[in-house]
């Protein structure tokens, strides 16, 4: 099983990000999807989740209605949308899945499968 997301960089505030990643080795439409983050000195955070199908999506406070999960089970990807970008937005992105579980979608480890993360910058 590999995830490897891509797409961070170094934005301006205000700025927009689009972060990719691209899942192979397992069943992807049975999998439900997270985005997490994690920044120096800090413990690895829940950013949002998407269920398998799509039509379920939840978000941290800190992002919502500036973030957008969304997946495209075709491909095999899971992106997440980042708007109105922050300084307090910088870290380290992962993305995450598991399997079906009723477990609490905002805890790390309830989560099988990560991918390497990608760094996102947020800074003028």
Same mark, same amino acid.
């Given at each position: ?31 439900? #999807? ?6 120096? =000195? ?20 800190? @992002?919502?209605?500036?973030? /957008? ?7 095999? #990807?899971?992106?997440?949308? #980042? ?8 870290? @380290? ?23 390497? =993360? /990608?760094? @996102?910058?947020?800074?003028?």
């Amino acid at each position: 099983v590999q995830l490897q997301a891509s797409g961070g960089g170094l934005v301006q505030p205000g700025g927009s990000l689009r972060l990719s990643c691209a899942i192979s080795g397992l069943t992807f439409s049975t999998y439900a #999807m997270g985005w997490f983050r994690q920044a120096p =000195g800090k413990e690895r955070e829940f950013v949002a989740h998407i269920s398998q199908s799509g039509l379920w999506t939840y978000y941290a406070d800190s @992002v919502k209605g500036r973030f /957008t999960i969304s997946r495209d089970n075709a491909k095999n #990807m899971v992106f997440l949308q #980042m708007n109105s970008l922050k300084s307090e937005d910088t870290a @380290v992105y992962y993305c995450a899945g598991r399997g079906g579980s009723l477990a609490d979608y905002r805890a790390v480890d309830t989560y099988t499968n990560w991918g390497p =993360g /990608t760094q @996102v910058t947020v800074s003028s």
